[in-house]
Each structure stands twice: as C-alpha cells, then as structure tokens.
C-alpha cells in the first residue's frame, strides 16, 4: 500500500511539470501567431496608405484581383509588325509595355499573369488557354497596329462582345485619351479587315472565358505614333492599369478602397 501511494504521488508530480510546460509551449506559439499577424498587417496598412497617398485607386483589403497581360506575338518566329525602317519590332514593343503595365497593376494591388516575359514564341491558344487554367478575372492583350497610313489607337472586342468588354475597352481607351494619343480610333468588333458580319474574332478574344479586349497602342508605322509610345511608355501603362481596376470595380470583380481614379 505504501509503495503504491508514493508511486502514485511520483506520478502527480510529473504531470503538473508536464502541464506547466505545455502551457508555457501554448503561450509561446500564441504570441508568435500573434507577432507574426501583426507585422503582416501593419505592412498591408504601410502599403495601402502609400498608395492611398499617390492619388490612385487600390484594391480593397481582402480583394482579389488577376489580371492576364498578354505581350503579343514573341520570338524569332514572330515578331509583329515592323516600323518602316525596319529596326523596331513590335514584339519588343508589346513586352516593354507589358512589363510597365504588370509593374502598375501589382502596385495597385492586382495579382498578374504573364502569358510571356521575355522574347520568345508563344502558341496564340496557348495565351488565353493560360488564363482560363489560372481563372484569371480580365484580359489584356497589347499589341500595335500597322498600315502604309494610319495612326491612332484602337482597343477590340469581340464582334458579339458582352458588355462586360466594351466596357474593359472603353475604358482603357478613354485613360489613353487622356494620356495624350494621335487619334482616337474608337472600339472595334471582331477582327481587323473583317466586316463583324463575318464573324471572325481575335483568338485571345475569342477564346479567353473572362472579359478581353486587344489594345493597338499606336502603329508602329507611324512616326508620331511612335515618339508618343516611347515618351508615354509609362504613363499609358499606368492608365491602362487603372481602368483594368476601375474596370473591375464597374463589373463587381472587386471593391476598391480609394475611388481618385476616374479616367
Ligand atoms: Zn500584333
């Protein structure tokens, strides 16, 4: 009996220890949960205040928003049209400002999907089969036009369009305006040199499930157009960035915390 009574105070004994130091390992795990959410909250406070002060609508706190940015054509293969003289490729064109507009999108808070970032050759179904397997929430494709006369910008649709992408176009188009381009060419249905009537549509437009338009930033065949791109370079991507957001905002993607932007 004895024996068995000191075993079993040996046996209480142990277990307040162990108690004491489980509680003190709870204790330990809480309060370094609770550094760990307070640094990342006082960041994303940091964060949106910063933008909040630059005048710019940022996306709301819990809000998603991706974005696929499609820098045309790419590669040895495919380099677009070419200025006049031949030494500028519209591919490098549309990934320069890709990279500019994916910097401002990411600023304002937008997550972004690259179909290409840097020189090389990718598939034309490859490019909105990429955001429809990334659920991407809108689509923009940047490209730049060409003709023996002919400058301006240009944002297309599909020729049957949702409203939802008029709107997309539209907007982008009005925020370039404002920026400062040679002409206004207005949104357009379907595929350029075919009447809407025939039905034929951009592939990226056609095939992307989320609301698409195609930006023709100009063409590169046009002098004007061109010292426009390269002066602008960056005020058009961040205009294109803000009405993709403002966009968003219109069609109930997402909620945005600071409502400055109103191109
Ligand atoms: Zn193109």
Not at 214 to 221: K, Q
Request: net charge negative; hydrophobic share 40%.
């Amino acid at each position: 009996m004895e024996k068995h009574n000191r075993h079993t105070f040996i046996y209480w004994d142990r277990v307040i220890i162990a108690l004491c130091i489980f509680v003190l390992i709870i204790i330990f795990i809480v309060m370094g949960i609770k550094a760990i959410i307070g640094a990342f909250t006082d960041d994303k406070k940091n964060d949106a205040v910063q933008a909040a002060n630059t005048d710019t609508a940022i996306i709301g706190e819990g809000q998603k928003l991706l974005v696929c940015v499609d820098a045309g054509h790419g590669g040895e293969g495919d380099c677009g049209a070419l200025s006049n003289d031949e030494s500028r490729f519209e591919s490098d064109d549309d990934l320069n400002m890709a990279h500019a507009v994916e910097k401002h999108l990411k600023e304002l808070g937008a997550d972004v999907l690259m179909t290409r970032t840097e020189d090389k050759y990718v598939d034309l179904y490859q490019r909105p089969e990429m955001a429809n397997d990334a659920d991407a929430d809108i689509f923009v494709s940047l490209h730049r036009n060409s003709a023996e006369t002919g400058q301006g910008v240009e944002v297309w649709v599909n020729y049957d369009a949702p409203d939802d992408d008029t709107l997309l176009a539209k907007n982008i188009l009005k925020g370039l305006d404002k920026v400062g381009i040679s002409q206004n060419r207005g949104v357009q249905y379907g595929y350029q040199g075919y009447d809407p009537a025939a039905k034929v549509n951009y592939v990226v437009n056609e095939k992307s499930n989320m609301p698409s338009c195609l930006v023709e930033l100009g063409f590169i065949t046009d002098d004007e157009d061109n010292i426009l791109f390269d002066k602008n370079l960056d005020a058009y991507a961040k205009s294109i960035a803000e009405s993709v957001v403002k966009s968003a905002e219109e069609l109930n993607i997402i909620k945005i915390s600071n409502k400055a932007v109103q191109n």
